[in-house]
T-cell receptor, first 111, second 115 residues
Framework: KNEVEQSPQNLTAQEGEFITINCSYSVGISALHWLQQHPGGGIVSLFM???GKKKHGRLIATINIQEKHSSLHITASHPRDSAVYIC?????????????FGQGTRLTINP | GAGVSQSPSNKVTEKGKDVELRCDPI?????LYWYRQSLGQGLEFLIYFQGNSAPDKSGLPSDRFSAERTGGSVSTLTIQRTQQEDSAVYLC?????????????FGPGTRLTVT
C-alpha cells in the first residue's frame, strides 16, 4: 500500500462544477503539499499545509491531521484548471525534506 | 526573479553512455532536490542537498546515479552507463530551509530518453 493515496485517479467535469480531490496518507507528517502539473510537464506548488485550511483564489485546501486526510477543492472550475493534481507529504520519520508523492489525479474540465 | 532552471530540456542518449543534467536553483535557496517521473508513474525522490552536502541520498536507484552541488548553488545529476529504464523526466526543485519553510519551487524538468 502506498504511503499516499489519492482519489479519484481521473476526474472529468463540466465548467463551473465544484471539484474535490482527496488525499489520504498513512504516516506521521510534518506538512502536506498540493502540486499542479500542466500537460507541458511544469509543476507548480499550490499549497503547503500542516493544519486547518488555506485558500487561494478559487482553490481551497484542507487537512485533518487526526484522520490523515486532505482535500483540494476547486470552485467554479474552468477548462484552464485541467491538469494533474499531486498530493505529497513530508514524512516525520524519514526526514523533513523528503517528499513522498501520491499518484496524482488527472482533472479535465470541459467547456 | 528567475525561477529554477534546468538544462538540457531534452536529452536523447544511447544506452551505455553517460549523461549530466544541470539544475540552477533560485538564488538564495539553500535546499535543492532531485526527483524523477517515469512515464505513467508518479514522482519519486532521488536526493536532497542542504548547501553542498547531501544528507539524504536514499532515493538514488543505483550506484550509476550520482549528484553534486557546488558553491551552494548549481547541481549536477550524473547517470553513468545509462539504461533504457532511466528514461524519465528529471525534475529539480529548490526551497528555503527556514523562514517560509520547505515550500518547493520546481524547474521545468529534463526529459531523458535512452535508446
Amino acid at each position: 500500500k502506498n504511503e499516499v493515496e489519492q482519489s479519484p485517479q481521473n476526474l472529468t467535469a463540466q465548467e463551473g462544477e465544484f471539484i474535490t480531490i482527496n488525499c489520504s496518507y498513512s504516516v506521521g507528517i510534518s506538512a502536506l503539499h498540493w502540486l499542479q502539473q500542466h500537460p507541458g510537464g511544469g509543476i507548480v506548488s499550490l499549497f503547503m499545509l500542516s493544519s486547518g485550511k488555506k485558500k487561494h483564489g478559487r482553490l481551497i485546501a484542507t487537512i485533518n491531521i487526526q484522520e490523515k486526510h486532505s482535500s483540494l477543492h476547486i470552485t467554479a472550475s474552468h477548462p484552464r484548471d485541467s491538469a494533474v493534481y499531486i498530493c505529497a507529504v513530508r514524512n516525520l520519520i524519514q526526514g523533513a525534506q523528503k517528499l513522498v508523492f501520491g499518484q496524482g489525479t488527472r482533472l479535465t474540465i470541459n467547456p | 526573479g528567475a525561477g529554477v532552471s534546468q538544462s538540457p530540456s531534452n536529452k536523447v542518449t544511447e544506452k551505455g553512455k553517460d549523461v549530466e543534467l544541470r539544475c540552477d536553483p533560485i538564488s538564495g535557496h539553500t535546499a535543492l532536490y532531485w526527483y524523477r517521473q517515469s512515464l505513467g508513474q508518479g514522482l519519486e525522490f532521488l536526493i536532497y542537498f542542504q548547501g553542498n552536502s547531501a544528507p539524504d541520498k536514499s532515493g538514488l536507484p543505483s550506484d550509476r546515479f550520482s549528484a553534486e552541488r557546488t558553491g551552494g548553488s548549481v547541481s549536477t545529476l550524473t547517470i553513468q552507463r545509462t539504461q533504457q529504464e532511466d528514461s524519465a523526466v528529471y525534475l529539480c526543485a529548490s526551497s528555503w530551509y527556514r523562514g517560509r519553510g520547505y515550500e518547493q519551487y520546481f524547474g521545468p524538468g529534463t526529459r531523458l530518453t535512452v535508446t
